[in-house]
């Protein structure tokens, strides 16, 4: 895994992968704080490992009948929205006028 | 604290079933309680009306003929990352501030079938996210025994709240050691059970392979009958494993003959252990084998591979899982940048404190493509060594005995500035998390002004009646909060 040190570049990359608006003292703050803890991380090059990747816990998931049985109440879930109208989500204007 | 010794959920249910007290009065006197501790900041919200409220109705019910039920008016606290039906959860982000949901956890909806009385919403580390409680938006939450010191974290407040006597139970949440380590800090017990054992259904997910709900309470047997009353397969929630739940669990004894103990004493003594933790642990392997226990010293090779496997894996999945917070659907939205995108940005930025920040985005640094492989993809790996090599060890023995935190509670600000130190104070606890299997913290004895110890006990994956009875066998040994009736 190799001991990657993350530059400020990196970090604003990470960023606007994480949808994450930054400070400018944020940036050079979290690439000292996550090249430190990748640092640490890299121990595991020293582990062995088996090749496949392992799957769920046994007997998960639990699956239970595909029937139609009450959910929440729209309005009631709307209600915690920042914005909503008319039974639905309200966003930002997606496509310009 | 008062130096009245407190009473256990049962004694409280005891007395509510046979009518010396009243639910109202139980409820009067936690309420009580916690506005004479408001200093510790233990509490976010005081659901006053409707506990008050809700012990009235059963106790005309009694008065009916109604059984309260196991937990008949016993007061308790709620962890605010856990959904309460109509009492605000904000999971101690301004990004989920005044956020009411619409639906109760599955946990605290059979608690409260079973007689409890939620009391109230109680600080934790932002999404779980933290070892002291300081990473809360609201505020910290103090050491019940010393002010300058943190209580531990995630599950701070509600470890708080029991200790200082508030409440006798409350919920938190455990994914690398939220329940188990402030449980260690502020001297009581916390259990984490078996992944898949309890429903997470109105839990806010934080990491999905490994969070668990656990109740936190001053005696073995009142965490054993939490977990009875709210383990079990749940419709909603498909990770909630269809095994039978054990009966009887708060009535199970504590006998240690036929035990058979791995006590992890190179691990426990590792560099940085404090020598009042060494000495806990010690005494826990001594009292089990003094009691007819076979304790072995054994090993856990890959325990020191448990802390960075854990971070790239609870990141990742944390990174995933809080990319719902995008400022359409819940709680708060901050205007900034053009269109969806650069709302959600700036709803995110302003809304997460700086270490949410910083794990989402490690975990999505571990997920980006180029680094998914040899970040994300070794850890899962590891994690399967590492949980083959816990189960090895729990064929051969009943339960592993190791420390919850290398330390006591520390003073607040001490590891604030270095994330890595404040990670090591899980070292132990992500252990449990990583294989999923169940895990206890109990309060060593300790001499008078001394901060409280943990001593943690492994079990079999839904092994928690073998668990628990070696939780109970340590606990009639002195390992046991003080001043409990």
Known sequence: ?97 | MSGAPTKTARAIAAAVQTGELSAESSIEQALEAIARRGGLGAFLRVDRDRALAAARAQDRGRAAGRDPGPLGGVPLAIKDNLCTRGLATSCGSRILEGWVPPYDATAVERLAAAGAIVVGKTNCDEFGMGSSNENSAFGPVAHPEDPERVPGGSSGGSAAAVAAGLVPLALGSDTGGSVRQPASFCGIVGLKPTYGRVSRWGLVAFASSLDQVGPLARDVRDAALALELMAGPDGRDATAAAVPVPRGLAALEGDPRGLRIGFLRDLSEREGTEPAVRAGVRSAAEALAAGGAAVEETTLELAEYALPVYALLATAEASSNLARYDGVRFGRRTEGGAGPRGMMEATRGAGFGPEVKRRIMLGTFALSAGYHDAYYGRALRARARLAAELDAQLARYDALLLPTSPGVAFRRGERAGDPLAMYLSDVFTVVASLGGHPAISLPAPRAAGALPVGVQLIGPRFGEPLLLRAALALEERGFAAAGVA
């Open chain 1, 1 to 97: 895994m190799g001991r990657d040190v993350i530059a400020a570049a990196e970090v604003r990359r990470i960023a606007a992968l994480a949808r994450l608006a930054l400070t400018e003292d944020e940036i050079p703050r979290l690439a000292r704080e996550l090249s430190a803890i990748l640092d640490y991380v890299a121990r595991l090059d020293a582990l062995e490992l088996p090749e496949a990747a392992p799957g769920p816990p046994s007997g998960l998931p639990v699956t239970r009948a595909d029937e139609p049985a009450p959910s929440l109440d729209g309005d009631a879930v709307l209600a915690g929205a920042p914005q909503a109208a008319r039974g639905h989500f309200v966003v930002p204007r997606v496509i310009a006028p």
